[in-house]
Structures are given as C-alpha cells and as structure tokens.
C-alpha cells in the first residue's frame, strides 16, 4: 500500500451537482494545465457511468427533451452549450460574458440564465494607461473576486427551448441569483442581497415576467438564500433565518403558502436540526457543490439536508410531520430525487473522498453506483478516525472532536492539533484531503468543534459571540487534554498547532497564552480586530457580530485590541510558520505582516511564506501547485521541530 502524498490530489476526483434524470459533474485536477476540471456523466438506465462532455470545464447539466443543456468554459468564460444525447453533436448558443445560474422551468419549456458585464479588473492587472478606480460603497471588494465597481450590471435572460430563440428579460446594477421557475415559466423566485455597516440581508422575491411586477416574499429582513416551489406551484419552501443573531445564526426552514401569503417556520420545534446552508462540513476537497439543500418530493412531501453534530442528515416532511430518512457518518456533498422512493447521493466519510449511491429511503437501502476513486483508494493507506466528547469546563456543552491515527504502528505519534475556521464552521465525517496526508506522514491529527461551531444549536453556535479567545480557547484545550489522557499513544512532548482564518486567530492566540506546542503553522489569520475591521471585505459587520459591539462603540478600541492576538505577541515562544495568500481580501495580509514582525522582535524562531495570486480560500480551491506547495511547507516545518 503506497502512502498519500501531497501531489496526489491530481489523482482523486469529487461528484456535485446531482439532478433527478442522473446526470452529475465529476470534478478534478489537471496538474499539467494547474487548473480544475470538471466533466459532465450520465447515469444511464443500467446504472452505468458514461461521460457525456469533453469540454476540460462543464457544469450546471439540464436535460430537456433529447438534448443536454450545459454551461462550459470558453476562452476562460463560461457559455451557454446545447447537446443532442442522439448524436452527442453541441452547439455554442451564447457568446458574449460569462453565463451563470442556468436553471428551467418547471415545464421544460425555458431555460433562464444570468450574465454579468463588468467594468474594473478584479485584481492586481498592470496597464500602461491605468485608470483611477472610484469608491463610494462600503462594499467595495470581495475576497475570491477583487475589486468591485457601481457599474457593473446582470442581464436575465430566457431561452425557448422549442424556437431556440434567447430574449433578454431584465437588466440591473443590483445582483440577484435566479432560485427556482414555475410551471408556466411567467413566474421566478430570486434573491438579492443588500448590505449595510450594520449586517447583509438576503431577501426572496418572486418577478411575474409578463408584466416583471416584483413581490417580496420574506416581508421581514433576514438571510433566506434558497426557495423552491412545489410541483404544482401552490407552496414555497425556503431556507433562511431572521437575522437575530447576525453570521452565528442557524437557517431554519420555512413552507411559504402562496394564496394566504404566510411564511410559516417548519423547524423551529426541532432543536436538533440545523438545515444546511451553502457548504457543509469544513473540508478542503469538494468543488462545485450545487448548494441546493431542499427538494419536493410530490405537491405535499419534501427532502431536506441538515447537518448535526459534525455529519449530514435528511429529512421527509409533509407541513409540520418531518421524519429522520438518513444519519450515516457522512457527509452528503450534493443530492437529487431519482424515483418516488429513491434519492441520488455523492457522499463522503473520513476514508472515503466520494461515492455515489442510490438511497431507497422507505426500505432503508443503499446500492453503491460509482466510486470515481475506487483504484486509488485500493494502492493507498487511508488513516482512521476516533470520534470522542467531552463535557466544558463551564458543564454547559458537550465538546466533540475527532483523532486521526497514522496506520504505521508506533509507542508515540506527534500530534497536530489543527482548528477550523468560521467560527462557524464544523468538523464532521467527511474526507479532508490535508488530514489524511499529514497523517500518512506520521501525524496524529485531533479536529475539535468549540463552542461557536455550527451543528451544535442555535444556543451552541451563538456562544462565541462577545468571547473569542475565552470559552472557545477553553474548549479546545478540554478537548486536547481529554484526547492526551484517552489515547496513550499521542506524544505530549511533540505537541504542534496549526489553523486558518478563526484558526488562524486561535493558533495564534493559543501560542500567545501557552507554551505547550513545539511548533505553530498559523494562516491566513485574523491578529489585529482593529485593523481588520477596516480592511477586511467583511471586516465592519463580522467584528460587529463576532465581538458583540463595534470598533467605535463606547470602550470598542480597547475590547477590540484585548481580543486580538497581537496584543499578547510578546508572550509568544512557539517557532512559528505563516502562511497567507497575497491576494487574501477577507484576512488581509498586513494581518500576518504584523504577526511576523511582533515575533521576530520576540527573537523566536519564525518565517512567513506568501502565496502569490491566491485568495483566502487557496488551501480549498486556490492553485493547484500551491495547494501542494502549501501542503509541504506545513510538512516540513513541523518535521523540522520533531524531538
């Protein structure tokens, strides 16, 4: 069995964006080209794989009739590509800017899509004529993007899939995204997003496209990020939530009735269920996940995601009767309705980067269909998992954590106590491509979700707000001290902490309060709330929400500067790496710059890699050379610092 090295992630593939005629986007590497892929299958009526597209980039698969509608990448832009499943002959149907948000009507007749001009380069372009850039909104960049302008506008567009004829419908300066068309193909639900120095608010709107008379669904301001109507176009399901709580608040889901125009919250009594929202579990494998997490089932039964306690759950419900359908240790990357009693489901667990199964819900039956990794995962070593609880020191929540074991049999195993971001992110039975190559290096790894993590409850999830750096500091060293006294077999002498974003804040902090780990690998980290808040894209409502009051509030400048690590660097005597990338927009690197110098005055041990043209997220979708890169400068810092 050969070990999983940091260049293998060219070697394995993801499933996302399954849909109900089994059609799904199987996702990759190309390490020649050092850019994602992304081809369409088909799983035929044998429950056979087939390839359908060769485009190097396909996604967002329709079928309607005898023909495949898809969105491809052409000369760096995606467009919109028309297949006939007889021949296997396309068609370019669009060629101007990039196409997105492809969906159909629910009758099959339309296609609608969204494109989007814009006049500022993103990021970083050299000109020999530069031009000024001219500001006037808060919100003015946007971590994984850059640069944002007021001029930019979004088209919706309709294509009649019988004349093949594509007739513009709107054009705006507010963004919106298109979430589901009726039956008639007259009526659209979308969102749009507004934001202020206060919070961002996510609103529902359905459009009549005879008369494009707009109405408000969500009458009250909150997040709703997903609406879907039923067959028979009489209800509205949405996910969202009222905003009480600001970015740690848990969606909830909601059944709209669209004759008595009420908005009624189906899960409010579950306090075990947190529907999911645009992600998951914290991973660094996935692509292109759909992020639809609500299906119907007929006129009166639905599906819906939820995760819980760091895995993936869904439901069957008819109004308020909802029942548990599926709570595996995994988690469900994407999902699609199949049959009456059956479900498509790309899912993942802890040794298992992507299967798809077939899931007949009302017998309880699970039929694997296609693992994409199946000859890989046969050469290779895959570590195990533990999954352990232990109660907080205060004795109001229980803490869950996870530990990956090397499989190489030793009396003691250097130990990565690695922590996620967020802080409303969640750890959980899902494969962790980073993990499992450190661990086949001879490192235990140990993930803990503290207070503040997602999956716990609305009452877990918020208590972090107002108290970084205290509880949640407490949780995780319970955590560790709980996992040290359980397995023998990890090395107290070799202690080593690493994390990103919050973790970044956290390792950070950490080492700034304790001496106890031999080494530190902090990135992309938040050190600074005061300068963050001005220069993060998200910097004034996040510390708003984080911290419980804002920078300028009455005595805001000096809570805000005791919450930061910063403060604390003189007490640093951890060797310390730094890893951010140069194009970060949502931690800044001035935050990292900081860091390094406050412990290089310290005289310790410490050096700063920066990853060019990367942005926050590289470490998940960032180039692929400097994902591996990034992976092998944590490798070889820590082996650097073994005993």
């Known amino acids: 069995m050969q070990k999983i090295n940091s260049e293998d992630i060219y070697n394995l593939f993801s499933l996302t964006q399954l849909n109900s005629d089994g059609f799904f986007v199987k996702n990759g590497i190309n390490k020649i080209e050092n850019n994602y892929t992304a081809k369409i299958f088909h799983l035929n009526s044998n429950?056979?794989?087939?390839?359908?597209?060769?485009?190097?980039?396909?996604?967002?698969?329709?079928?309607?009739?005898?023909?495949?509608?898809?969105?491809?990448?052409i000369d760096s832009k995606m467009q919109l590509i028309k297949m006939s499943l007889n021949n296997a002959c396309s068609k370019q149907l669009t060629f101007g800017d990039t196409v997105s948000n492809l969906i159909s009507s629910k009758n099959n007749k339309k296609l609608f899509f969204k494109?989007?001009?814009?006049?500022?380069?993103?990021k970083f372009s050299v000109n020999k004529f530069p031009k000024t850039r001219y500001i006037n909104k808060l919100d003015n960049r946007s971590d994984g993007f850059g640069w944002k302008d007021n001029q930019t506008l979004?088209?919706?567009?309709?294509?009649?899939?019988?004349?093949?004829?594509?007739?513009?419908?709107?054009?705006?300066?507010?963004?919106?995204?298109?979430?589901?068309?009726?039956?008639?193909?007259e009526h659209i639900l979308f969102s749009e997003s507004v934001f202020?120095?206060?919070?961002?608010?996510?609103?529902?709107?359905?459009?009549?496209?005879i008369n494009m008379e707009k109405s408000l669904i969500t009458t009250s301001d909150g997040n709703f990020n997903e609406a879907v109507y039923s067959p028979d176009c009489k209800s509205i399901l949405l996910v969202g939530n009222y905003n009480t709580?600001?970015?740690?608040?848990?969606?909830?889901?909601?059944?709209?009735?669209?004759?008595e125009k009420k908005l009624i919250n189906l899960t409010k009594n579950l306090f075990d269920i947190e529907p999911s929202y645009n992600g998951g579990l914290a991973t660094d494998?996935?692509?292109n996940r759909s992020n639809n997490g609500v299906k119907w089932l007929n006129n009166q039964q639905y599906i819906f995601h939820a995760t819980h306690h760091g895995r993936s759950q869904l439901y069957l419900g008819q109004n308020n009767d909802i029942q548990k359908i599926y709570d595996d240790k995994t988690e469900i990357y994407d999902f699609s309705i199949l049959y009456t009693n059956k479900l498509l489901l790309s899912v993942s667990s802890q040794k298992i980067p992507s299967q798809l199964i077939i899931f007949d819900f009302c017998n309880n039956i699970q039929q694997l269909i296609y693992d994409p990794n199946k000859q890989f995962t046969l050469n290779h070593e895959f570590c195990s998992s533990y999954k352990f609880s232990t109660i907080s020191k205060d004795n109001l929540f229980n803490i869950n954590g996870w530990l990956l074991l090397p499989n190489q049999k030793r009396d003691k195993y250097p130990t990565i106590l690695y922590i996620h971001g967020g802080p409303h992110e969640t750890y959980g039975e899902?494969?962790?491509?980073?993990?499992?190559?450190?661990?086949?290096?001879?490192?235990?790894?140990?993930?803990?979700?503290?207070?503040?993590?997602s999956s716990y409850g609305q009452a877990f999830e918020k208590a972090s707000v107002g108290r970084v750096g205290k509880e949640d500091f407490a949780d995780i060293m319970s955590g560790l001290d709980y996992a040290l006294n359980k397995f023998k077999h990890l090395d107290q002498n070799n202690l080593f902490i690493a994390g990103g974003s919050y973790g970044g804040f956290m390792s950070s902090w950490i080492i700034s309060h304790t001496d106890r780990?031999?080494?530190?690998?902090?990135?992309?980290?938040?050190?600074?709330?005061?300068?963050?808040?001005g220069t993060s894209d998200i910097g004034v409502r996040f510390s708003k929400n984080e911290l419980g009051l804002d920078l300028y509030d009455k005595y805001g400048l000096n809570f805000y500067w005791n919450r930061s690590p910063l403060k604390y660097v003189h007490n640093i005597h951890t060797p310390t790496r730094i890893q951010h990338g140069e194009w970060d927009m949502r931690c800044p690197v001035n935050q990292s710059e900081a860091l390094f110098q406050g412990i290089k005055c310290n005289n310790v041990e410490s050096d700063y890699i920066r990853y060019p043209q990367s942005f926050h997220g590289f470490s998940r979708n960032g180039l692929p050379n400097l994902r591996v890169t990034r992976m092998n400068d944590i490798c070889e810092w820590f082996n650097i610092h073994l005993n």
């Open 517 to 533: 780990f031999k080494a530190a690998i902090v990135q992309r980290p938040i050190v600074d709330w005061h300068s963050f808040y």
């Open 430 to 453: 899902s494969f962790f491509y980073e993990f499992q190559f450190l661990a086949n290096h001879g490192y235990a790894i140990l993930f803990i979700n503290p207070r503040g993590s």
């Open 196 to 209: 202020s120095n206060e919070k961002s608010i996510s609103r529902i709107y359905e459009i009549n496209l």
């Open 47 to 73: 429950f056979n794989v087939e390839q359908c597209t060769n485009e190097n980039f396909s996604t967002n698969p329709i079928k309607l009739g005898n023909s495949l509608y898809y969105l491809a990448s």
């Open 285 to 287: 494998f996935v692509q």
């Open 154 to 185: 979004y088209y919706l567009y309709a294509l009649d899939v019988q004349t093949g004829k594509i007739n513009l419908l709107k054009s705006t300066y507010q963004n919106f995204k298109i979430l589901d068309i009726d039956n008639t193909g």
């Open 115 to 122: 494109t989007t001009k814009r006049f500022t380069v993103p």
């Open 245 to 259: 709580y600001g970015s740690s608040n848990v969606f909830s889901l909601y059944l709209f009735n669209s004759f």
